[in-house]
């Protein structure tokens, strides 16, 4: 009787829009599918033939299980981005890091449990470049019986923003790495998979959000793009922010947002217009002129009900793509919500206090034609990160000698002027290497931008954690003077942070999840290229301190 009541639980369960459950199966299978965009047909790998993937809908304090089956020739991994995972690195996601990646042929059960989140989120797949296609969003509802903070909106929908290029990705990233040279920008941006009208190419218009007159919609905005931060804004209409990265922010109204590759955005827009057609806009944002984008900008449209499709749409034009001060209005208005039931916990008390500078170099490459013998690196503290062949988490957890060291540097080898003239000598050095923490150590890190070969903006990603960016700065940061002037009262908590192009952030986090957490740049290149680290979080003492012992199934290298 009861294992029928069990069984029967769990077909239900399967179905995802069932609120009760507590366990969510979801079934992942990774394969090919052509597909066309720009007048021209690819295959692409996708999660169940979807592009952008299938969404996750969660509630907090769920466990989600994913059963990822892989039937590519790529060999494979997602990662659950902005999950804490707290204990359950094995079900983080990063090839390498925290598991071998899942050959072609086999299956992973992803199993984790949501603690302490609620929001929009969004997953991927974390090996090679297969995120450019692999990717979707993640749901976490509040609560059974928990309002959000702000009026309920009477409708919610997902808005993935991605990039689309004509040719194959991966051939796109190992013809960079052979030239030594940037690979190509993409062709277009896309709002959830569609590129919307592009000159020359007859298209099918673009993603239509139908709203009716006088009700109230939260838009779950996702930058799924590889390589590029976009400004998104609706023509006519105010956008209302209410959370980031998972996390409840104080609203304010703004026309237009910014988003980086990784990071949500939670807007409530209200259709107060009546009738009409408004476009919907995402186009990149970029303040160093010489770095390549994509210019174009993608479309969609806000359709209310009632309204012929003849009826001519309203248009709105973009920022300029070098709108820094459109970027910082935004980045400035984010405050923690900090409220009794959303406090802002932020460390006021720092152990380790380090300076981490994010940029490029160039070192030796004979083969590297485009590149006259030289190639474009990436770094953090001048270490070019080396992806290893076995999991780091293994390696840690079993004791596994010589993957890795932990003599990962808290500061610059060299000071020099980071934001300055860049110095005489731009190459780097290799190693996997990573920064030891006692478990709830506390860690402020600032990430300084360099200028060697050009000052970009950094959207830096910490797995395993939420931080808070407690400053923001141009120029180099100055221990003595910037501090005084840090926000440890309400600052954004988040899981991925913009440092300014030539600037610095600081940002603020607990160590209280045991296990070797990656940070990155989220612009794929750049991650490519060795702007990478990783945390490692040693167990504490306590009885629910320890990483958890890895599933039966783990993959193995
Ligand atoms: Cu969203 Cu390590 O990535």
């Known amino acids: 009787m009861e294992y029928l009541f069990r069984l029967l639980i769990l077909v239900v369960c399967l179905s995802p829009a069932f609120v009760e459950c507590r366990v ?21 790998v996708t999660v169940n033939g979807k592009f952008p993937g299938p969404t996750i809908y969660a509630r907090e304090d769920d466990t989600v299980l994913v059963n990822v089956v892989n039937h590519v020739k790529y060999n494979v991994s997602v990662h659950w981005h902005g999950i804490r995972q707290l204990r359950t690195g094995w079900a983080d996601g990063p090839a390498y890091i925290t598991q071998c990646p899942i050959q072609p042929g086999q299956n992973y059960v992803y199993n984790f449990t949501i603690t302490g989140q609620r929001g929009t989120l969004l997953w991927h797949a974390h090996i090679l470049w297969l995120r450019a296609t692999v990717h979707g969003a993640l749901v976490i509802l509040p609560k059974l019986g928990v309002p959000y903070p702000f009026p309920k909106p009477n409708h919610e929908s997902v808005i993935v923003l991605g990039e689309w290029w004509k040719s194959d990705t991966e051939a796109v990233i190992n013809e960079a790495l052979k030239s030594g040279v940037a690979p190509n920008v993409s062709d277009a941006h896309t709002i959830n998979g569609h590129t919307g009208r592009v ?73 107060n217009q009546g009738a009409g057609k408004y476009m919907v806009a995402a186009s990149p944002f970029m303040d160093t002129p010489t770095v390549a984008v994509d210019n174009m900008t993608a479309t969609a449209t806000l359709h209310y009900s009632g309204t012929l499709s003849s009826y001519p749409t309203t248009f709105t034009s973009p920022p300029p793509q070098n709108a820094t001060p459109v970027a910082n209005n935004f980045i400035n208005s984010l405050r923690s919500l900090n409220s009794n039931t959303y406090p802002a916990t932020v460390p006021l008390k720092v152990d ?45 957890y079993f004791n596994i000698k010589g993957v890795f060291t932990t003599d990962f540097p808290g500061k610059p ?84 942070i913009g440092v300014p192009s030539g600037g610095w952030v600081a940002i603020r986090f607990r160590a209280d999840n045991p296990g070797v957490w990656f940070m990155h740049c989220h612009l794929e290149v750049h991650t490519t290229w060795g702007l990478k680290m990783a945390f490692l979080v040693d167990n504490g003492k306590g009885p629910k301190e320890s990483v958890l012992p890895p599933p039966k199934d783990l993959p193995k290298c």
């Open 352 to 396: 380790h206090s380090l300076l981490f500078t994010v940029g490029l170099g160039i070192n030796p490459c004979p083969t590297c034609k485009a590149g006259n013998g030289s190639r474009v690196v990436a770094n953090i503290n001048n270490v070019t990160f080396v992806m290893p062949t076995f999991a780091l988490l293994q390696a840690h």
């Open 24 to 44: 969510r199966h979801y079934r992942f299978n990774v394969v090919m599918r052509n597909t066309s965009r720009l007048c021209s047909t690819k295959s692409i």
């Open 413 to 496: 080898p060299v000071s020099f002027n980071y934001t300055g003239t860049p110095p005489a000598n731009l190459r780097t050095t290799n190693g996997t290497k990573l920064y030891r923490l006692a478990y709830n150590a506390t860690v402020q890190v600032v990430l300084q931008d360099t200028g060697i070969i050009a000052p970009e903006n950094h959207p830096v990603h910490l797995h395993g954690f939420n931080f808070f960016a407690v400053g923001r700065g141009l120029g180099n940061f100055n221990p003595r003077t910037d501090p005084n002037k840090f926000n440890l009262v309400d600052p954004v908590e988040r899981n991925t």
């Open 199 to 271: 000159s020359n190419c007859p298209s099918t218009g673009g993603f239509t959000l139908s709203v009716e007159p006088a009700k109230t919609y939260m838009l779950r905005v996702i930058n799924a793009a590889l390589n590029e931060e976009l400004f998104f804004k609706i023509a006519g209409h105010k956008l209302t922010v209410v959370e980031v990265d998972a996390t409840y922010v104080k609203p304010f109204e703004t026309d237009t947002i910014l988003i980086a590759p990784g990071q949500t955005t939670n807007v409530i827009v209200s259709a």
